[in-house]
């Protein structure tokens, strides 16, 4: 029995270490399936920092009900030639 609380007394200090060190993480899957939009629609590739779109999501209580993206810079110029 002294034995096994050798083992568990280390075990359950790096289970809690690693537990309270856990950062909070929003966006979730269940984001991407409810507006049926890919993770780049509102996250820049490689980035967790939210696209204009991204932003939108969030202040509009998690809905892109109403959301028009802004136009490009390659549509800007494609429609002022």
Known sequence: MPH??????????????????????????????????????????????LTEAGKYYREHKYSLEGYKPKPSDKQVHAEGK
């Open 4 to 49: 096994l609380v050798k083992l568990m007394a280390p075990a359950g200090i790096v289970a809690a270490g690693l537990f309270f060190s856990a950062t909070a993480s929003w966006a979730v899957p269940e984001f991407a399936r409810k507006t049926k939009k890919e993770c780049s629609f509102c996250h820049p590739p490689d980035s967790w920092n």
